[in-house]
Nanobody, 117 residues
Framework: QVQLAQSGGGMVQTGGSLRLSCAPSGRTFSNYALGWFRQAPGKEREFVAQILWKDGSADYVNSVKGRFTISRDIAKNTMYLQMNNLKPEDTAVYYC??????????WGQGTQVTVSS
């Protein structure tokens, strides 16, 4: 059974930091991109960042560039999203996703990130 097990998240004040983790299991993800999406109340789910598992190349939505860093640890089979200088507008449920091309094949369970002003 394929799973994307998420951990991390929580509540911080503006300017604080949090780290999210996503541990995929149940199949080989070497040809996949793993990424993060988020959904704020009343808004559509949006892309945040992704990383190609094979070579580590990364991409970000403009609003998080310079503040968020996506990475993966192949030995631990885990992907991370380090979020620094958090802002209230970053408040959302964050979802880990496994993508093949533009198709999202798997989702994590979601984790709440709340940034207070």
């Amino acid at each position: 059974q394929v799973q994307l097990a998420q951990s991390g998240g929580g509540m911080v004040q503006t300017g604080g930091s949090l780290r999210l983790s996503c541990a995929p299991s149940g199949r080989t993800f070497s040809n996949y991109a793993l990424g993060w999406f988020r959904q704020a109340p009343g808004k559509e789910r949006e892309f945040v960042a992704q990383i190609l598992w094979k070579d580590g190349s990364a991409d970000y939505v403009n609003s998080v560039k310079g503040r968020f860093t996506i990475s993966r640890d192949i030995a631990k089979n885990t992907m991370y999203l380090q979020m620094n200088n958090l802002k209230p507008e970053d408040t959302a449920v964050y979802y880990c996703a496994a993508m093949l091309g533009h198709q999202i094949d798997y989702w994590g369970q979601g984790t709440q990130v709340t940034v207070s002003s």
